[in-house]
């Protein structure tokens, strides 16, 4: 079967840096995404993974390891507004996207 | 900001009523989708279309039916709508296998009485 796996739960403080982990098994690889959803709404697209390596885009970092199928997200000086559900999901062999159930990422003063 | 949009936005019907998801995008996409997210769940793929007249169902078809007539326009629809149907249902638009990226309306919250 095809699964992806991320924490439930992290919890960080204002100002410091946190890495969200994921890792996958899925039939064929053709892309690793990260979302962002706020309670209530809908996910916003973050990152996109292709190539081994880390991707930087200002606060967010993205990296990719394709022999080991792992990936994180870097969020760095947090603030409150980072408070916020991140999904990891892959994209498979058949181009469909697979979906972890989300990290909720927990932002304290 | 995403030109994706979704009616209605929250409904409570009666068990056994048929409802019909609206969702409608003008960036032109081909590809476009249908989730079910359950609160704090992963998203389930239920319909996609990759465009005019294609229609394929996902892991979760959940007794739904889709019309892709125009680009724009992605319907969904629940023929006999029973509680388990409950769920938040995101539709979403894209070039996933392009960018990367997929473009979300806000979500129908159904519940079923």
């Known amino acids: 079967g095809q699964n992806i796996d991320q924490p439930t739960e992290m919890t960080a403080t204002e100002g410091a840096i946190v890495q969200i982990n994921c890792t996958y098994q899925?039939?064929?690889?053709?892309?690793l995404f990260w979302y962002q959803q706020h309670a209530g709404e809908a996910p916003t697209f973050l990152s996109y993974?292709?190539l081994d390596g880390l991707e930087e885009k200002g606060r967010f970092s993205s990296f990719l390891s394709r022999s080991k199928g792992y990936s994180y997200l870097l969020l760095k000086e947090l603030q409150m507004k980072d408070s916020a559900s991140y999904l990891c999901?892959?994209?498979?062999?058949?181009?469909?996207?697979?979906w972890g159930a989300g990290t909720k990422l927990i932002i304290k003063p | 900001e995403a030109d994706i949009y979704q009616t209605p936005r929250y409904l409570v019907i009666g068990t056994g009523k048929k409802i019909t998801l609206e969702c409608s995008q003008t960036?032109?996409?081909?590809?476009m989708y249908w989730y079910q997210q359950d609160p704090g769940m992963e998203l389930h793929l239920i319909h996609y279309s990759y465009g005019v007249n294609s229609t394929e169902k996902g892991d979760l078809s959940s007794e739904s039916t889709v019309s892709r007539i125009r680009t724009e326009h992605f319907p969904l629809t629940l023929e006999s709508a029973r509680p388990s149907h409950t769920s938040q249902y995101l539709c979403?638009?894209?070039?996933?296998?392009?960018?990367?990226?997929?473009?979300f309306g806000e979500g129908s919250r159904l519940t079923v009485l």
């Open positions: 993974n292709v």
């Open positions: 979403a638009s894209g070039l996933p296998a392009e960018t990367g990226e997929l473009f």
């Open positions: 899925t039939s064929g690889f053709n892309g």
């Open positions: 960036m032109g996409h081909d590809k």
């Open positions: 999901a892959v994209m498979d062999s058949n181009y469909q996207l697979i």
